[in-house]
């Protein structure tokens, strides 16, 4: 059994979802705002929970906003974004936030139910040791892919899964370009036609944690009109 908090400010839908997810046999509880939700997350700081569903269209403090609250403050508990809001920038700012997974209102029961397991085991997965580790080493930095977490030196840095998919998909690709529509494709699983800058934020965030001057990278490269390129060990 695990604890979820549903955050939803529509009543009869965070009852359905109440419902069912103790119907498959967990625990829930329901906060109608984005206040609220933060409320309750430091309220049970003993008993966490370990997932949560969460609206993006809330009052005041929409869903945006508690993921990102939540990931500055390096709370990592999986997320599940829903909303009704499903263009490709939307779903993108919803994973830059923090969210490990999204899905577009109206959604199928089955296809929720799916993804909360989903979630729920992979953060089962990240708490259960494994040897050898997955991991990648280049220049002074190190990821545990296992773990999501990237070293630095001394610093340790605790990855997000949209993160983590990220680095390990152009890891895959070291050396190779991949453009803007196959990371949309091939990680995000958003099919659209029309490329997004949203995209480009996302790159940001990552030379952040990667590159040790962000703003004259070495290791994640622009290819001018095409897309990205990947050097672990740039000359």
């Known amino acids: 059994m695990s604890r979820i908090l549903i955050v ?3 009543t ?3 009852e359905g979802l109440r419902f069912n997810l103790e119907a498959e046999g967990h625990e829930a509880e329901v906060a109608e705002t984005g206040e609220a939700a933060l409320a309750a997350i430091a309220r049970t700081v003993e008993q966490p929970f370990e997932l949560i569903v969460l609206d993006v269209m809330l009052p005041e403090m929409d869903g945006f906003a508690v993921a990102s609250a939540l990931r500055h403050s390096q709370n990592f ?3 599940l974004m829903l909303t009704a809001r499903a263009r490709p920038e939307d779903v993108l700012m919803g994973l830059e936030s923090g969210a490990d997974d999204y899905l577009p209102k109206p959604f199928e029961l089955a296809i929720l139910l799916a993804r909360i397991r989903g979630l729920l085991r992979r953060a ?3 708490q259960t040791p494994r040897t050898p580790p997955n991991v990648f080493t280049f220049g002074n930095k190190r990821i545990d892919f296992d773990t999501q977490e990237l070293f630095a030196g001394d610093r340790k840095m605790r990855l997000t899964t949209m993160e983590t998919n990220l680095l390990r998909y152009f890891v895959q690709r070291e050396g ?3 453009s803007r529509k196959m ?3 091939e990680v995000w699983e958003v099919r659209e036609d029309t490329d997004t800058r949203a995209i480009d934020n996302f790159i940001a965030r990552i030379r952040k944690l990667i590159e040790d001057e962000p703003g004259q990278p070495k290791h994640l490269l622009t290819v001018r009109g095409v897309g ?3 050097l672990a060990n740039p000359e």
Do not use: S
């Open 8 to 10: 939803e400010d529509e």
């Open 12 to 14: 009869h839908l965070a």
């Open 77 to 79: 508990i999986p997320i």
């Open 124 to 126: 089962q997965w990240m």
């Open 176 to 178: 190779k370009v991949v």
């Open 183 to 185: 990371m949309l494709d």
């Open 228 to 230: 990205y390129r990947f």
